[in-house]
């Protein structure tokens, strides 16, 4: 079994490692099929997972949530579902950010309809829109929690400055951002105000889209349909700098009897208040995998000759200019 963590002050205990839905959403993921979703749900299961992290994005037609629904076979009993409302796809591909109050509402009831349940554990908003004031959000989201619609809000992609406007309204036990080797500003940025509340840092992009699950080669050649190739770090200098790392990286790994992917996670895991690290994952071999992380927690010595390896690689990276890598 993983060890279970607590999440901010809530009565939430989740996997230290737990299982986000957005592969198995299809939009960007190629060549998703439902049938092994189910199988990826049920092998992080077996692998001890509890927590598993959807939204009402995850696929035009609310396809992560009928995936977990049917692979869950309806007893959530023994699982944290988290969720995030005010982003949704249009059939075309086109995504559309609203968290006016009646939207924010309107998301919510369907994911419960979807799920089949009456509360979600964790209800997230997503990203703020740019129109709607943060204020009008937080009371939305404290609202759905009065109502009961879910037991804990928490926050998603939001800045510092709109996290403090968000927290004087309504108070979230989750934040939710990025946070791997490569992009750590978003982290270090929260962390004031994270020192001063009683939140969790739930971080998602560990693997930077599988950059650093280390088993892309220099000269990997992409599908020419592969969204991630948007990212600037999936190219040119960028690319060739982050492979130095890793390269770093398999040498501290193999030393240690572990791959890449283990040492990146167990890394994440060892940062302050990190309540649980999200893995993406579209097969039942990839979870597994990942969840081995935990097997053996990276000793002091350890994480000391990482962070001196991430050390030269940012000094290295900034040499030409601005730091490429960055979120």
């Known amino acids: 079994m993983l ?41 992080a299961i077996e692998c001890g997972i509890n927590h598993f992290d959807t939204a009402y994005s995850y696929g035009i037609d609310g396809r992560s949530d009928r995936i977990l629904k049917t692979a869950l076979n309806g007893d959530y009993s023994k699982f944290v579902i988290a969720s995030k409302v005010g982003m949704h796809y249009r059939e075309d591909g ?27 554990d964790l209800l997230y908003l997503h990203c703020t829109d740019g129109v709607t004031s943060i204020e009008s959000m937080a009371e939305t989201m404290a609202d759905l929690q ?9 926050v998603s992609n939001l ?9 004087s309204v309504a108070q979230p036990i989750a934040v939710q951002l990025p946070l791997n080797m ?52 999936f190219g040119g200098k960028p690319w060739q700098q982050a492979h130095d790392l890793i390269d770093r990286l398999r040498q501290i790994a193999e030393r240690r009897s572990l791959s890449v992917a283990r040492l990146v996670i167990s890394w994440t895991l060892a940062q302050p208040k ?34 001196l390896a991430l050390a030269e690689h940012f000094e290295a990276s900034t040499k030409d200019g601005p730091r490429a890598n960055a979120d």
């Open 274 to 307: 990190i309540g649980s690290v999200l893995c993406g994952a579209k097969t039942a071999e990839q979870i597994r995998t990942l969840a081995t992380a935990l097997d053996t927690p990276l000793e002091t010595e350890v994480l000391s000759e990482i962070d």
């Open 146 to 154: 009065r109502c009961g619609k879910t037991r804990w809000i928490g």
């Open 159 to 167: 800045s510092p400055d709109e996290l403090v406007r968000f927290s």
């Open 94 to 120: 086109t995504r559309v950010v609203d968290c006016r109050s009646s939207t924010l509402r309107a998301h919510c009831d369907e994911i419960l309809q979807r799920l089949a349940i009456d509360s979600l």
């Open 182 to 233: 490569l992009q750590q500003q978003s982290y270090a940025q929260t962390m004031p105000w994270l020192e001063q509340s009683e939140a969790s840092y739930v971080a998602y992009w560990a693997l930077m889209k599988g950059l650093l699950a280390g088993s892309m080669s220099r000269d990997h050649r992409f599908d020419p349909n592969y969204r991630r190739l948007s990212y600037p770090i």
């Open 3 to 43: 060890p279970l963590r607590q999440i901010g002050s809530s009565d939430l205990l989740v996997s230290a490692i737990g299982l986000g839905l957005w592969p198995i959403s299809g939009m960007t993921t190629l060549g998703v099929e439902d049938r092994q979703s189910i199988a990826t749900i049920q092998a």
